[in-house]
Nanobody, 121 residues
Framework: QVQLVESGGRLVQAGGSLRLSCAAS????????MGWFRQAPGKERVFVAA????????VTSDTVKGRFTISRDNAKNTAYLQMNSLKPEDTAVYYC??????????????WGQGTQVTVSS
């Protein structure tokens, strides 16, 4: 079974930094684009950042551009989200996403369970 397990979420003060990890199993990691989404209380889940299969291309949302960096280590089957200069509005549950890029299941999405990030003011 495909499994994505996020870790690293915790309470942090505004201006601080946090590094989230997403450990993937049950898939050929290099066949999947990886992404991070977040959902704040009472809000819809929104896109944060994504990275291509080999890490050569990244996209970040305007709200986090310049502060958050997505990366991946295919040898470890792990994706990361480095979050710097955190703001209270970054408070949300952060979800890891894996999207297959080819085959019958191309574009199928897998999701992790989420990890809570709380930024205090």
């Amino acid at each position: 079974q495909v499994q994505l397990v996020e870790s690293g979420g915790r309470l942090v003060q505004a201006g601080g930094s946090l590094r989230l990890s997403c450990a993937a199993s049950g898939l050929t990691f290099s066949n999947y684009h990886m992404g991070w989404f977040r959902q704040a209380p009472g809000k819809e889940r929104v896109f944060v950042a994504a990275i291509s299969t080999s890490g050569g291309n990244t996209v970040t949302s305007d709200t986090v551009k310049g502060r958050f960096t997505i990366s991946r280590d295919n040898a470890k089957n792990t994706a990361y989200l480095q979050m710097n200069s955190l703001k209270p509005e970054d408070t949300a549950v952060y979800y890891c996403n894996a999207r297959r890029i080819s085959g019958f299941y191309a574009n199928v999405n897998y999701w992790g369970q989420g990890t809570q990030v709380t930024v205090s003011s």
